[in-house]
């Protein structure tokens, strides 16, 4: 099972990286929010709306 099972969905930002796969390592209850891995290592701290499941 590979662990990128997300898919970078916005093009407003990060416009290269939409539709690649990426992880998210953590999400938080209040504000939205998430922290999410690509699979070339780059983190970014974004809302959850950004991601979508595979």
């Not at 990128?4 to 953590?26: M, S």
Request: glycine residues 6%.
């Amino acid at each position: 099972m590979n662990p990128f099972d997300h898919t970078w969905y916005w093009r407003c930002r990060l416009p290269e990286r939409k539709g690649q796969r990426c992880r998210v390592l953590i999400r938080t209850r209040a504000g939205n929010s998430c922290l999410v891995e690509f699979e070339d290592g780059f983190l970014v701290v974004t809302s959850r709306f950004a991601v979508r499941r595979k």
